[in-house]
Every structure is written in structure tokens, then in C-alpha cells.
């Protein structure tokens, strides 16, 4: 019977592990405004932003992604880009981090296009 109160707690401690459970800001809120070689706002141009954190990431192969127009003013305001991670992530970033270290051309950390 002791044994398994320690094998429900080792279970539900690993099962806790992998929840998310902290919000970490990859990108903040930001905006630009686009002008032409005059000074005049160019309304209605396309601007891509992505946005990955590759400490946090490194398991997914993709970036997030998404395109916005410029308004009347030639304004494109960016939301703030927040993920949310398990503490298992948080620990296997420490660790690849160190590791990394070692390559100078390895990618970590936040990054944004």
C-alpha cells in the first residue's frame, strides 16, 4: 500500500512536469510605420512577422507567422507574442543552452523576423 502512494505521487509529479505552466514573452508589442521615398504613409502594405524562441522551441521545426496590413497612416501595430511552457521545457532549455555554447552558429533564444 505504501508503495503506491509513492507511485501515484512520482505519476502525478511527472503528469505536472509537462503542464504548461509559465508565460514567457517571445516578442512585445511593437509597430513601424511604412513611407515611401517622399515621406508619404503607404497604406494598405503587407508585413510578415515570425516569431520563435529557439531555447524554449527547439522541438518544433516551424516559426509562427502572420501577415498584416499597414492602415490609412501607414501604422502595423504587432500584438505581443507570450507561449506558454512546462517546467520540463524550462529545464531542457537550461541544459541545451550550456550545450550549446559550444557552437557558435547554433540559434537560441527569442527571435523575431
Do not use: C
Request: aromatic fraction near 10%.
Amino acid at each position: 500500500m505504501r508503495n503506491i502512494k509513492w507511485i501515484i505521487i512520482a505519476l502525478v509529479l511527472g503528469f505536472l512536469s509537462f503542464v504548461p505552466v509559465v508565460t514567457v514573452n517571445v516578442v512585445p508589442e511593437w509597430s513601424l510605420r511604412l513611407v515611401d521615398e517622399t515621406g508619404e504613409p503607404v497604406p494598405n502594405a503587407r508585413v510578415d512577422q515570425s516569431w520563435k524562441d529557439y531555447s524554449l522551441e527547439f522541438f518544433l521545426s516551424r516559426h509562427f507567422d502572420e501577415s498584416l496590413s499597414s492602415d490609412a497612416d501607414g501604422i502595423v501595430r504587432f500584438p505581443v507574442r507570450d507561449i506558454q511552457v512546462s517546467t520540463i521545457q524550462m529545464v531542457a532549455a537550461k541544459i541545451r543552452g550550456i550545450i550549446l555554447r559550444i557552437d557558435p552558429h547554433a540559434s537560441y533564444g527569442p527571435g523575431s523576423l
